[in-house]
């Protein structure tokens, strides 16, 4: 099989991270880093998000409430970074968190 392109492994990493992080309310998702390791034959997709507890805690029903029918709960926050590696052949091969501090 050809080696898929690099949009078509940001929206399998998206679809991913979007999937497997459904019950959790994500929002923002947004493409932060691509890159393409030659030597594993992979790309290295890091995908940018926001959840929803970053400023209210889940047992607060009522901030949650309120931030859901006020404005979007997702202004502001701070956000989570996902690395997602997505092989030749379009299969996702694994997915790590990725540590902002160590950009510089």
């Known amino acids: 099989m050809d080696q898929i392109d690099a949009k078509t492994a940001v929206k399998l990493a ?46 607060q029903v009522g901030c949650l409430a309120t931030e859901l029918l006020q404005r979007s709960p997702f202004d502001g926050r701070p956000r989570t970074y996902k690395t997602v590696t997505v092989a030749d052949d379009g299969t996702v091969r694994g997915i790590r968190n990725r540590d902002v501090a160590d950009v510089s």
């Open 14 to 59: 998206k679809d991913y991270i979007t999937e497997l992080f459904a019950g959790e309310k994500i929002g923002n998702l947004g493409l932060e880093e691509l890159d393409y390791d030659d030597s594993k034959h992979v790309w290295v997709v890091t995908i940018g998000f926001v959840r929803v507890w970053d400023h209210c805690p889940l047992d």
